[in-house]
Every structure is written in structure tokens, then in C-alpha cells.
T-cell receptor, first 113, second 115 residues
Framework: DTEVTQTPKHLVMGMTNKKSLKCEQH?????MYWYKQKAKKPPELMFV???????INESVPSRFSPECPNSSLLNLHLHALQPEDSALYLC????????????FGSGTRLTVV | GENVEQHPSTLSVQEGDSAVIKCTYS??????FPWYKQELGKRPQLIID?????GEKKDQRIAVTLNKTAKHFSLHITETQPEDSAVYFC??????????????FGTGTRLKVLA
């Protein structure tokens, strides 16, 4: 298995909702990432997990809460989001944290209404 | 802070011609330079990468060159085909003072290959 699987593919949520994005990989990668991508822009790093521990938090608002339950799974819990949080949320993984190529998932297209 | 400049922002070429995209980075500690291709509505995919101890790397129609002194690197695509049409992102990776690694992405180049 050489893929990163993200669910759901699309999500519409209200500003008072709580939802979660899920990411799964079975390549044995020990680094996993959350990125946010706005239209026609490069991906922006949000969080890095290395060996299931949070390694980088790019000063992301607390309404985004990451979780890494095990080496194959990465979640992003969403609460009280704003319309400007609407974007494509990409999960990625790499062998370990370091100078390695990333395998990206197909993303979750999130719309906050 | 660190940044990566990428040019041009859009590039149109005739099918069969070559395309060149250039990136310049600011952090001299950067030592890994991947290139990603993102087709419309799809995930970014790694197409080629180069490490700082290598000056050039080639994979079929795609090549990347690195000039460490000038702190720039370039993607070269030869014999372009319509399926090469996509947005291409360069990135530079380095280890920060806290020991963590981070990519800095360029702003992207939209390549259109005209049939």
C-alpha cells in the first residue's frame, strides 16, 4: 500500500459544529503532517507528528486540534471554525521527519458556513 | 524568515517544447529540494528531488539542477506533453535550531502545454 487515505473527501460544517478529519497510511512512515491549502496557493504547514509525538505546531488556532492515536492514523479535530477556514486540508507522510519526499493524501475539501 | 521564490507564475509552451521553472531559496542551511506536481483538484505528487551534495538529477523527461552558491534550483521538462499541464511547486527543506525539519514551498507555477 503506497497511499495516504483521507476521509471525508468533502465536508460542509456550520460554525458551531464539531467534526473530525481522518488520515491513514500503511507505508510504515513515522512522520505525518497536516497542511492547509487555499486555492492557487502552496500548501501551508499546520502540524507535524514524528513517532506519534507532536513535533511542530505552526501557531495554529486552538479550534484545530490534532491527534495521532498510532503510527498509522492522524486526526484533525475541528471546532468553532470560521468561514475563512474553508480550504483543502491535506495529510501527508514521510519515512521519518527529515529531508524526505512526502506522500500526500487527496485531501478533504472543507467548507465552513 | 526563510522563503522560496518561484518563477514564472504561469508558463505556456507548445507540445514538444521544453519548460523550465526556477526557484531561489534564502536559507543557506537548506539541503533538500523536492518538486511536486499538482493537477487540478488532485493531490500534490513528488516528481523529483535533489540533495545538496548533487548538482543535477535526471529522470526520463524531467531533470533538476542545483546551484548552491547562487542558492537556486530549476526544474527542466523536455518534450512536454498535454498531461504535463499542472501546477508545479518547488520546496526547500532544512533543519531548524530546534532540530525539527520543515519545507518552505515556492508559490507555484501553472504550466499549460498547448496541443
Amino acid at each position: 500500500d503506497t497511499e495516504v487515505t483521507q476521509t471525508p473527501k468533502h465536508l460542509v460544517m456550520g460554525m458551531t459544529n464539531k467534526k473530525s478529519l481522518k488520515c491513514e497510511q500503511h507505508m510504515g512512515h513515522r512522520a505525518m503532517y497536516w497542511y492547509k491549502q487555499k486555492a492557487k496557493k502552496p500548501p501551508e504547514l499546520m502540524f507535524v507528528y514524528s513517532y506519534e509525538k507532536l513535533s511542530i505546531n505552526e501557531s495554529v488556532p486552538s479550534r484545530f486540534s490534532p491527534e495521532c492515536p498510532n503510527s498509522s492514523l492522524l486526526n484533525l479535530h475541528l471546532h468553532a471554525l470560521q468561514p475563512e477556514d474553508s480550504a483543502l486540508y491535506l495529510c501527508a507522510s514521510s519515512q521519518v521527519e527529515g529531508n524526505y519526499g512526502y506522500t500526500f493524501g487527496s485531501g478533504t475539501r472543507l467548507t465552513v458556513v | 524568515g526563510e522563503n522560496v521564490e518561484q518563477h514564472p507564475s504561469t508558463l505556456s509552451v507548445q507540445e514538444g517544447d521544453s519548460a523550465v521553472i526556477k526557484c531561489t531559496y534564502s536559507d543557506s542551511a537548506s539541503n533538500y529540494f523536492p518538486w511536486y506536481k499538482q493537477e487540478l483538484g488532485k493531490r500534490p505528487q513528488l516528481i523529483i528531488d535533489i540533495r545538496s551534495n548533487v548538482g543535477e538529477k535526471k529522470d526520463q523527461r524531467i531533470a533538476v539542477t542545483l546551484n548552491k552558491t547562487a542558492k537556486h534550483f530549476s526544474l527542466h521538462i523536455t518534450e512536454t506533453q498535454p498531461e504535463d499541464s499542472a501546477v508545479y511547486f518547488c520546496a526547500a527543506s532544512s533543519q531548524g535550531t530546534s532540530g525539527t525539519y520543515k519545507y518552505i514551498f515556492g508559490t507555484g507555477t501553472r504550466l499549460k502545454v498547448l496541443a
